[in-house]
């Protein structure tokens, strides 16, 4: 629908172009952009292309500088601005209408693909309306809300574009997306129940249920204790009721999933309340519009079936997202004839596997978990688990699983295209990421993409699915990869793929360079890129474990880095391993160890005090590997300490899922300790951190009886303490005073705030994590940043070589 202007003689026009770049497709950018030429009464068009949005606008001088002053500050609640850029333009003659034209293709540069986002309070609004179309309806949404990153099929995002191709618009719907005044404008998703989406319910063998309503039906059965698979944005949950053992406990042995917690939903703010205690900025993280799982300290005495989350003081609480998880609590409370109780609402899959999304799929995988299933008929593009996310106690909150609402959200690692910290290439990357907790990025020009969460590798069915990630990202982004990107250690999964592709093994894939990037490095790059932190900075990178240029496994480090490169300064002294990889869940293994570098041969004495026993077979075949010295690999992972200190005061005999001990270990820490236990520093080469005398000190301090709870503090408060002094060391050495605090150990919230505010108090600018991920999630950011300084550098050689 064109805005008609009013013509100006030529001489007393302005014509000005103007492109942007940022999240401004998708989210009513270009509405947006007429109502204000309208307002202004000016002439022109705006349009998406594949590198953001084009503008161009025309009429009185001052009318078209009051446009570009008030352009970048009224946005749109979703949209944002990365780069904007005008010049001037010749006046056009007898034009006499602002339009909004249809989108142009080409190749992507900085066109952002808008995340999934929660369902806007106007949307809530109509639903609840008996009078409102949309009352009642599941899939309402409007350009401020709903559904993007997983219906997208291609950019520019278009309807054509995406899986709501598949629906025929109404006229009531035609007509909303066609008038720029409304809210609807160009929103890709509308549809109502005359002509978009629907819902059924079905048995595990796919029979449709016959009943008065879908969701009402649902809620009924989860209240009478039942399993509900239902259908969302990004793939299946696994429902039950949370207050409900039994329920927990048939869920966890059918989804065969021993012990890692549950995410829970609870129908809003005052539910969530009632659960944990939430500061305002968790609140504003939980209640905003990306919705993410929020790890929250746990009340005394909240009504949660213990199998939820064992051995844990923290739960994974969420808000409703989608406009049916509202209508499902409504049906909840209406059923119930009171407050609807909190719901188990889990990733749809059996443990390790990827997310079901397909309805086919899920009466085939789902049936034998989920007594009934709800389903929909809105095709997803992308399978997207739900982002789970922290808030520590400074007010600083932290991704741990990048997904719904934050994937595929782009890190500018420069603000221009050419002057990126890591230097203006041209080339495209991509970087594959680590093997646990695996995603991928796309680079180019200064601006990663960061791929979804996807999971353990060493399942065949993620492993398919990493590939199926990296294949999509590619088409939607059209982008064909000149490097790629991996890490050093030889049997990730992830750089099998790199390497097989890089010697053009794969079919319809060229050969293609490759960089190997150490671990630990990418994980200081991955935080230097996120801050935007362009030089050297001291690195402090802990976690369990990562390939290191000398064979040895590590996972504490001190490292002097930037994007090009980095220099060892410090680590844990080395620990061996018994029995290698086995050392990762079996928590007794580097307790032994400890035991056995702390007394020596003597070291069977002290094992009574632990609260743990271990069977004399495995004891006598611990102490010979240790002798022989056959698979223990050399470990300074400050991960593998966490698992050691958690069994010798016996909070966790096992790591059953992934942290588990550590977890359980920051949970059992008591509050107001804070005594540590001494260490040692070794000087030679790079400097050493000696746990020798803590261990001894943890088993004098069980030895009369320390409480686990204060033990966990001290171990805790040491950690602190000797990484501190470690950066101390740096400092001295390197004149740095930056330091980026990386790798999963950080995910600890009472190890991040005591040694990020020790370092405060020391002087130095500490880095952490926002929005990507410490674990390995966000090794993938690193890599390829990484990629891209040592492709600058060789590009620079060649230029002064020539």
């Known amino acids: 629908m064109p805005y008609n202007g009013v013509p100006m003689a030529k001489s007393d026009t302005a014509r000005r172009r103007v492109r942007i770049a940022g999240q401004v497709q998708g989210v009513g950018f270009r509405p947006y952009v007429y109502r204000l030429a309208a307002e202004l009464r000016l002439t022109g068009w705006v349009g998406n292309d594949a590198a953001g949005v084009t503008i161009e606008v025309q009429g009185r001088p001052a009318a078209v500088e009051a446009f570009l002053t008030r352009l970048p500050v009224e946005l749109p609640p979703l949209a944002s601005i990365a780069r904007l850029e005008t010049e001037a333009a010749e006046p056009l003659a007898g034009e006499k209408h602002f339009e909004v034209t249809a989108s142009a293709g080409g190749e992507m540069t900085d066109a952002q693909v808008t995340v999934d986002t929660a369902v806007c309070d106007d949307c ?52 909303e997306y066609a008038d720029p005044a409304n809210r609807r404008f160009h929103a890709q998703p509308v549809a109502c129940p005359q002509c978009g989406p629907a819902l059924w319910l079905v048995d595990p063998r796919g029979r449709q249920i016959a009943c008065a309503g879908a969701i009402g039906e649902a809620a009924r059965r989860l209240l009478d204790g039942r399993i509900v698979a239902i259908k969302g944005l990004g793939g299946f949950h696994l429902a039950c009721r949370a207050d409900d053992d039994h329920a927990v406990r048939r869920l966890r042995e059918r989804k065969r999933r021993d012990a890692k917690p549950f995410a829970l939903m609870v129908a809003d703010l005052a539910a969530a309340n009632c659960l944990c205690e939430i500061a305002p900025d968790a609140e504003k993280l939980l209640a905003g519009p990306l919705r993410p799982i929020v790890l929250l300290p746990r009340r005394q005495g909240a009504d949660v079936a213990p199998a939820v989350a064992e051995g844990l003081n923290t739960l994974g609480l969420m808000l409703p997202y989608a406009p049916l998880h509202h209508l499902l609590f409504d049906r909840l409370r209406a059923a119930g004839g009171g407050e609807p ?10 443990s390790d596997e990827p997310l079901v999304k397909d309805n086919d799929a899920a009466v085939a995988h789902l049936s034998g978990i989920a007594d009934v299933l709800l389903l929909h008929n809105r095709r997803i593009a992308r399978r997207l688990d739900d982002s789970v996310a922290q808030v520590h106690a400074d007010g600083q909150a932290s991704v741990l699983r990048r997904a719904r609402g934050y994937a595929p959200q782009p890190v500018r690692v420069g603000t221009e295209r050419t002057a990126s910290p890591v230097g203006g290439i041209s080339q495209s990357i991509l970087a594959v990421g680590a093997e646990l907790k695996s995603g ?31 294949d999509h990202l590619e088409k939607l982004f059209d982008v064909r990869p000149a490097l790629l990107a991996a890490d050093l250690h030889p049997r990730y999964l992830s750089t099998e793929y790199a390497l097989r592709r890089h010697r ?71 620990l061996p391993l018994i029995g290698g990889d086995a050392a990762a869940s079996e928590t007794w293994r580097p307790a032994v160890a400890a035991l056995n570098e702390a007394f020596g041969e003597g070291f069977r004495k002290y094992l009574p005090l632990g609260a743990f026993a271990l069977e004399e077979d495995r004891l006598a075949a611990a102490e010979q590997i240790l002798t022989i010295g056959a698979n223990t690999p050399p470990a300074s992972s400050l991960g593998r300490w966490f698992d050691a200190v958690a069994w010798l005061t016996g909070v966790a005999a096992e790591n059953r899922y992934e942290g588990e001990a550590p977890m359980r270990l920051e949970a059992a820490v008591r509050p107001g300790v804070e005594a540590a236990y001494p260490y ?55 004149g740095l005073a930056t330091v980026a605090l990386t790798g999963g150990c950080f995910a600890n919230r009472y190890l991040t705030a005591r040694l990020s505010a020790a370092l405060t108090d020391d002087g130095f600018t500490v880095l952490r994590h926002r929005t990507i991920p410490c674990n390995d999630g966000g090794v993938a950011l690193g890599q390829a940043v990484v990629a891209a300084a040592k492709a600058a550098a060789r590009k620079k050689a060649s230029v002064y070589n020539r």
């Open 680 to 734: 040692r520093f070794e000087a030679a080469g790079p400097f050493q951190i000696d746990l020798r005398s803590m261990t001894e000190a943890i088993i004098a301090d069980l030895a009369k009886g320390t409480a686990a709870g204060e033990a966990a503090a001290k171990f805790h408060n040491t950690a602190a303490a000797f990484l501190r002094d470690a950066a101390r060391r740096a400092r001295e050495v390197t």
């Open 124 to 175: 809530l609004r109509e639903m609840a309306d008996p009078a409102d179309p949309r009352y009642g309806y599941p899939f309402i949404n409007c350009t401020n809300c709903g559904p993007r990153y997983t219906i997208v099929t291609r950019i520019p995002y278009d309807r054509p574009n995406t899986t709501m191709a598949d629906f025929a618009m109404c006229k009531l719907c035609a007509g």
């Open 504 to 574: 053009g093994e794969l079919p319809g894939r060229e050969a293609v360079p490759i960089v190997r990037v150490q671990h630990h490095h990418a994980h200081v790059a991955a935080c230097l890129a996120e801050n935007a932190h362009a030089g050297e900075a001291i690195g402090l990178v802990c976690d369990g474990v990562g390939y290191g240029d000398d064979g040895a496994v590590w996972g504490c480090e001190v490292l002097r880095a930037d994007f090009a490169g980095y220099e060892r300064l410090g680590h844990l002294r080395y």
């Open 341 to 350: 109780p909190p719901l188990v609402m889990t990733s749809g899959n059996y």
């Open 440 to 470: 991928v990025c796309l680079y180019r020009d200064g601006r990663a993409v960061l791929g979804e969460h996807i999971g353990d590798l060493k399942d065949g069915r993620t492993y398919r699915h990493f590939i199926a990630t990296i």
